[in-house]
């Protein structure tokens, strides 16, 4: 390990006392000591006291700038009072009642007059469960069983979806023998895999804007490419728009003009209670439909009226004005820290689009997953630097805004970022 790295982590344990005793207490009953992958870190994760708008104060009594917003969930920062005083006024009234209610429909109805490709919609618990039952549908609906992705995406932990991220265990990678890959943004790739696979394929799964892979735009031929060959060949085409539909009232493919046959939604749109949900052309949903259908699909917690009345308070508040506004503050972002690398000479390149950045410690540019530098010592240490700091953000180098965000929230990331590099710079 570097000096300088140990030095930040030096730094971090000093902050961080109680965080360390809790985690080595958890430990105990998590292997690892805890029980979502995506939140730890080396030397160990901290813990969270309570969040209030664009910040979460941790049991050690930091106050952190939240630009990881729980991976672009609470894009209305944490606990605003619309969403959490109507999520909490209707489990006052009783939540897990085993039958219908008229909140589900009120927010089925709100996302299919919102989303250009869903004519009929289903709810389940994660955006795991959205790409997963989004895969079933297809299957069953096309009679296929292979799966393209492309390189890097990133569709939440089922089997099906093992071949666009590292499959690590063997049920995982027995399922990925029917998972094919095509490199994101590379047109004559996907062709050539259109023309070997087209007609043997149940669908095409992808992200609009590549998250887990590098927070990268698609560009406007690769997704029309995308959407010429599924209709050529009749593969359903989902967008897996489960971060992305935050950059436009009516999610990436209304931004960037591509309407898909089947959508994947998660995150946002239930208030910052579990949520997924996944939705599209009619006859395609159709295999759902509980005695016509060929695909079952239940879920205890399907629905439950708290999440539906937290997601419509959400899209109460997230109209295009200020969808508009949180675009413009993100644009900001990127640019402000494309100035500030160009300035210190450390190699940076910032991607994403609407709300989103990722810094990526290379001179690009970052068109797909291969792009992304291996760079983790690097990246480690300008995320403790970030987070020694004040500021929060993904350890890979992900944020994005928040409503509650102003010019001095962001002014802390563009100081912290001025103060962090010189570090990275460092240890390259």
């Not at 593969?235 to 728009?241: A, G, K, S």
């Not at 972002?333 to 100035?339: F, S």
């Not at 940076?348 to 810094?359: L, P």
Request: hydrophobic share 40%.
């Amino acid at each position: 390990m570097d000096d300088v790295e140990s030095q930040a982590i030096d730094r971090y344990i000093e902050r961080t006392p109680t965080s360390r005793q809790l985690f080595e207490a958890a430990q105990e009953v998590f292997p690892g000591g805890d029980t979502r992958a995506a939140v730890y870190h080396e030397p160990y994760p901290s813990f969270v006291d309570s969040a209030s708008g664009c910040t979460v104060t941790t049991v050690d009594g930091e106050e952190l700038v939240d630009f990881l917003n729980n991976y672009s969930v609470t894009v209305l920062g944490h606990a605003p009072p619309a969403v959490t005083d109507a999520s909490s006024e209707r489990l006052r009234q009783g939540n897990a009642v085993g039958a219908p209610t008229e909140a589900a429909t009120a927010l089925a109805r709100r996302l299919v007059e919102r989303v250009p490709s869903l004519d009929r919609i289903r709810f389940c618990n994660s955006g795991t469960e959205a790409t997963m039952n989004a895969i079933r549908v297809a299957r069953a609906y096309t009679g296929q069983d292979r799966v393209l992705t492309v390189n890097g995406g990133f569709h939440g932990y089922h089997d099906a979806v093992s071949g666009g991220v590292q499959a690590t265990d063997r049920a995982a990678q027995r399922a990925g023998e029917l998972t094919l890959t095509t490199p994101f943004n590379d047109v004559e790739a996907l062709k050539t895999a259109f023309e070997q696979h087209g007609r043997d394929l149940a669908c095409f799964i992808v992200e609009p804007v590549l998250g887990a892979g590098g927070m990268i735009r698609g560009q406007e031929e690769f997704l029309e490419a995308a959407r010429d060959l599924t209709e050529t060949t009749e593969t359903p085409l989902v967008f897996d728009e489960i971060q992305s539909f935050r950059l436009a009232v009516g999610g990436a493919q209304q931004r960037y003009g591509v309407i898909p046959d089947i959508t994947t939604l998660g995150k946002i749109i239930g208030g910052g209670l579990p949520i997924g949900a996944f939705g599209g052309r009619k006859d395609i949903l159709a295999e759902c439909h509980p005695e016509q259908g060929s695909v079952t699909h239940t879920g205890t917690f399907n629905a439950n009226p708290a999440t539906m009345i937290g997601g419509m308070a959400t899209l109460d508040e997230l109209d295009e004005a200020t969808i508009d506004r949180l675009n413009r503050q993100g644009a900001a972002v990127r640019e402000q820290l494309e100035e500030i690398g160009e300035a210190s000479k450390v190699p940076i390149t910032v991607t994403g689009d609407g709300s989103f950045f990722q810094i990526h410690i290379t001179e690009g540019p970052v068109q797909s997953e291969a792009d992304v530098p291996d760079a983790d010592e690097p990246r480690r240490v300008l995320f403790l630097n970030l987070r020694n700091e004040g500021v929060f953000i993904a350890p890979r180098g992900m944020g994005n805004i928040s409503t509650p965000m102003n010019d001095e929230a962001i002014g802390t990331l563009t100081e912290a970022f001025s103060q962090a590099l010189p570090a990275v710079g460092d240890v390259l």
